[in-house]
């Protein structure tokens, strides 16, 4: 089967599962849907591909809307609360040493393995470094994977189920503001942006380099148009198609008993980040649900874009997860040297 036909059938599979969810109101129907529909076909065995840019088509959509909030005044209170995302920071590493003890105490999992395979941070990143420190990257990619398919489908269903509701704090534009010189241009700045991020090897770059140019214009109150919901739900379509893309059939055969540890260090995790933001709210006068969504172990892209659906203070949420990233990927190699010279000792 030609290639261009498997991915006309996945982009086939991955829209009807968006509009099948939209039908059935779920939350966040274009990407779960999308994403549960594509997962449960290619583990049944779909000849479905991904188109390769689309992922970072959904993270440019995600990244220029965000960048949308960035106003002095919410620049202004994420800086005030700079405490909090600095013990967000914190709460990711403890995650990390949990997700450790897990998977080498109860899959047998070597140290390296399991520690890259717990730190909360890219998939990418995290399996580049695996194999920069001989861990096996294979194991330590499917364990994130699995890390980013369970907080993506959880949580939107348990916020639905606790009753949640959006506050839309630092909104800028009304959704159908649209002025079409501007949105060419702005495709055109926060693409290059996302292209020279790329080619700098930084983390997130579709995610982040167009963020920070839509940031910077915003916060100049230079805002040239808003996006309109069409490409919002495209964009959030390409990041569930993306992500359901990487199951296979043989995915939870690879190594069950591993994959099921980091399932159940995964439902750990999410109750801690559930207990932990509570804890958070208790402090701050952050909403609950933000604080959920910004210590929350899933990626930038779905937490973020899961905010900005639900109305949930999607640039504190942003905030939250970049600076874990930042944190997670500065500290997680020096730290496992440490943690090894440590355990070698003792």
């Known amino acids: 089967m030609a290639i261009w036909i498997r991915i006309v059938l996945g982009f086939g599979v991955a829209l009807v ?14 990407m779960l849907g999308a994403l549960i529909l594509t997962a449960a076909t290619k583990m049944a065995g779909s000849p479905a591909v991904c188109l390769p840019l689309a992922r970072n088509a959904g993270q440019w959509v995600i990244g220029a809307s965000l960048g949308l909030y960035f106003t002095p005044s ?12 600095v013990m967000g920071m914190v709460f990711a590493l403890l995650l990390c040493c949990i997700g450790t003890f897990m998977l080498t105490r109860f899959a047998g999992t070597d140290l390296r393995t399991a520690w890259f395979a717990s730190a909360v941070g890219g998939a990418s990143e995290m399996t580049g470094l695996a194999e920069r420190y001989g861990a096996r990257p294979d194991l330590v990619a499917s364990a994130h994977g699995l890390r980013v398919l369970m907080v993506v ?5 348990a916020f639905e189920a606790l009753g949640f509701s959006g506050e839309q704090a630092g909104a800028v534009l009304r959704p159908d503001f649209l002025n079409l010189p501007g949105l060419a241009l702005l495709v055109v700045l926060s693409s290059a942006a996302g292209l020279i991020f790329q080619i700098l090897r930084l983390p997130n770059p579709w995610v982040l380099g167009p ?15 808003g996006l309109p919901v069409q490409i919002s739900n495209l964009g959030q379509l390409c990041i569930g198609w993306a992500l359901g893309d990487k199951f296979g059939p043989d995915f939870f055969r690879r190594a069950p008993r591993y994959l099921g540890v980091a399932a159940v260090s995964n439902l750990i995790n999410l109750a801690l980040a559930f207990g932990f933001a509570y804890g958070l709210y208790r402090l701050s006068d952050i909403a609950y649900p933000t604080l959920v969504l910004g210590v929350s172990p899933g990626g930038i892209a779905e ?4 905010a900005k659906v639900l109305q949930l203070g999607a640039p504190m949420v942003t905030s939250f997860q970049v600076a874990r990233m930042v944190c997670v990927l500065v500290l997680t190699g020096p730290l496992y040297t440490r943690l090894a010279r440590w355990l070698k000792q003792a």
Not at 153 to 157: A, G, Q, Y
Not at 211 to 225: M, R
């Open 17 to 30: 599962g968006a509009m099948g969810a939209t039908y059935l109101s779920m939350p966040l129907p274009w």
């Open 74 to 85: 919410m620049v202004q209170l994420i800086g005030s609360n700079a405490l909090f995302i």
């Open 153 to 157: 489908l959880i949580i939107p269903f």
């Open 211 to 225: 963020l920070l140019v839509v940031a910077v214009l915003t916060y100049q109150d230079i805002v040239l148009s």
């Open 303 to 306: 937490m973020a874009i899961t």
